[in-house]
């Protein structure tokens, strides 16, 4: 899950596993695999920077 900010100001999370694409077109938008898009704040930089902490912080506390 990521925390983005909608153009409004409204704070949403979003499950990144439901991300299909994203574009800066000047502003970021998020095509989800649902057909549904976002438009946000963050730039995709970041958004690709918080999905890489997220995974990194989810799967290295796997156990064997």
Do not use: H, Q, S
């Not at 983005?4 to 938008?29: A, Q, S, Y």
């Not at 649902?34 to 989810?58: N, S, Y």
């Amino acid at each position: 899950m990521v925390y983005l900010t909608r153009l409004n100001g409204e704070k949403i999370v979003l499950n990144i596993d439901l991300i299909e694409i994203m574009e800066e077109t000047p502003d970021t938008i998020v095509t989800l695999t649902t057909g549904k898009k976002l438009v946000v704040r963050e730039p995709v930089r970041k958004i690709r920077e918080d999905i890489i902490k997220f995974r990194k912080r989810t799967c290295t506390n796997l156990k064997a």
